[in-house]
DNA sequence: AGCGACAATGTTGTGAACAATCCAGCCCCC
DNA sequence: GGGGGCTGGATTGTTCACAACATTGTCGCT
């Protein structure tokens, strides 16, 4: 119908084209516009993302099924406050999957692939000189896709990008170690040496080296966390929608 | 209590519909009672199930969510055919993760956990001696989601129970190889001397050896079912339900 | 005052009806 | 005879209203 409702966007974005609720939802969610344990109301989300509710209820299930959110059976929704514990296991996951990805990606990469891969270095390092730390990250992240799709696996791409979306909370910490982005970028440097070597067996371990290192790091941002707020981890937020 | 719904169960099924169609519709495709392409209708399975459109409805975004059908935007859904290039992807993160869990149960096993997957080993070779084929495979997967199990991994887990129920339609055939079940059964007493050991390391490299051969066994019957059926791979089943 | 039953409220789950869309067959025109 | 447009049926997508369920606040009883 008149889908156009105006105050449907009022939050700020213009004319979007009428984006999968279900992905608005997960950018809402990943990008921490709802709070852990916050309870999301179907009726709410409706309004707000000014869709009918049946497409908000297909999206969590589809959340649900990412393991974003946790529905309880007549209790309703609320996004998943991923634990540390969980946190490593998913850490653990993304080690095993990274680890394959970067073997095919040495055996299957072409010329191009290599320029590519070489291209997202040099800017990380201009990133680094720059203390531009968000921008790191990002390219960060573009290398490693990268990697994933030259490594042209979809099945483990996909599981991926899912686990990543889960624990994205706790990636934000693991840049704030001191020193950790200098070594991170040589890890990463040493990766692609490998792949432009053809090398599978050296970019295993190197991969491996790398995630080593991003699991240590990760759980000392989980430490540094708990020690800042020791209370959190009982804290029950439940900070319900109601105004 | 006996809620009204006189016309709910009135296909004469006595047994009230208890269990999730989701989980239904699943264990029908993954069985086989759905062939490949077969385009799933809503209205069909709503009768067939016993349950309104909306669970169905629900059920297939699930699937969809899983990988076992696909929905095209105004065409329905049709069970999944995953291709061999697919099987390959999923039998290599299932390398991956099962390896990963292999080095967590090595280093977590309890007594009685070796005793259960010796037990489950001992079961297998009573099955192998009777020639029994699908009580041996039964045992196989028994003896590695008891290890899943042990390894206490649940994200790692949950993605190989989903992968698995993608890629059961190419399992059968690598119990066909001549001599195969006498080698995996080697393989598994490796892997569980390992576990019983706590040796991580030689775990993950039994596990590797087991899977290398289990990849190369699939590849064997992909190549067996290509050549008896060569144009199985053109065939357009499109089974439709149309009567 | 403490406690258990009970109604009030809010939210999810479900089924039915309606609109939108796609597909196949058919007809008309060239 | 062939191709393009059209219509009818079938199927999906969406909305709506209502029932089922959980939570919470209240009232009466001990």
New binding site residues.
């Given amino acids: 119908?008149n889908?156009p409702a105006p105050s449907s966007d009022s939050d700020g974005c213009g004319i979007r084209p009428v984006t999968d609720p279900c992905d608005r939802l997960r950018e809402a969610i990943v990008s921490g516009e709802f709070q852990p344990n916050e309870?999301?109301?179907?009726?709410?989300l409706s309004v707000r993302l000014g869709?009918?509710?049946?497409?908000i209820?297909?999206a969590l299930a589809v959340l649900d099924q990412e393991g974003l959110i946790v529905?309880?059976?007549?209790?309703?929704?609320r996004v998943r406050l991923i634990s540390a514990r969980e946190a490593f296991e998913i850490e653990q996951v993304r080690n095993a999957l990274e680890r394959l990805l970067a073997r095919s990606a040495a055996t299957q990469a072409a010329s191009g692939d290599v320029a590519d891969l070489r291209e997202i270095v040099a800017a990380m390092h201009d990133r680094l000189r720059e203390d531009d730390s968000l921008g790191y990250m990002q390219l960060n992240a573009t290398l490693h896709r990268r990697i994933w799709k030259i490594s042209d696996n979809q099945v483990a791409t996909k599981m991926l990008v899912t686990l990543k979306s889960q624990s994205i909370r706790f990636q934000y910490g693991t840049i704030l170690r001191p020193g950790r982005p200098e070594q991170s970028l040589q890890e990463h440097e040493k990766i692609v040496a490998a792949i432009a070597a053809h090398d599978p067996a050296a970019c295993d371990s190197a991969m491996a080296e790398h995630l080593g290192h991003v699991l240590e790091t990760l759980q000392w941002a989980i430490e540094a966390q708990e020690r800042e707020r020791p209370w959190s981890a009982l804290r029950e937020p439940a900070v319900g929608?109601?105004t």
Same sequence: chains 1, 2.
Avoid: I, K, S, Y
Wanted: no cysteine.
């Fill in positions: 119908m889908n309870r999301l109301v179907e009726a709410d869709v009918g509710r049946t497409a209820r297909a529905r309880e059976p007549h209790r309703g929704a929608g109601r």
